[in-house]
Nanobody
Framework: QVQLVESGGGLVQAGDSLRLSCAASGRTFSTYRMGWFRQAPGKEREFVATITWSRGSTRYADSVKGRFTISRDNAKNTVYLQMNTLKPEDTAVYYC?????????????????WGQGTQVTVSS
């Protein structure tokens, strides 16, 4: 069992930046990948970024490439999402996810553990 606790969401202006954090606890020894998804009102859950725990290899959705950066701190069992040049279309609830597989996946159903989500709202 893995527990995920998210923080860092808020209300910002277009062009501003935020950093989301996700702290993992529990049986994290077998967690090999973590990712971020988002869901806007009336929309399906959307892949944002993912990272492998051991090597730190990353993948990004086309809509956030060059603006968002996913990273991890192995000592703290924490994954981050640095979001720069935010746009109104980035407005959504952002969810942290984890899985025991070492392989990449952009599909939400491939992840077994989820945080409760944190709201990101970008105005203008």
């Amino acid at each position: 069992q893995v527990q995920l606790v998210e923080s860092g969401g808020g209300l910002v202006q277009a062009g501003d930046s935020l950093r989301l954090s996700c702290a993992a606890s529990g049986r994290t020894f077998s967690t090999y990948r973590m990712g971020w998804f988002r869901q806007a009102p009336g929309k399906e859950r959307e892949f944002v970024a993912t990272i492998t725990w051991s090597r730190g290899s990353t993948r990004y959705a086309d809509s956030v490439k060059g603006r968002f950066t996913i990273s991890r701190d192995n000592a703290k069992n924490t994954v981050y999402l640095q979001m720069n040049t935010l746009k109104p279309e980035d407005t959504a609830v952002y969810y942290c996810a984890a899985d025991n597989s070492p392989l990449f996946s952009t599909a939400y159903f491939a992840y077994d553990y989820w945080g409760q989500g944190t709201q990101v709202t970008v105005s203008s």
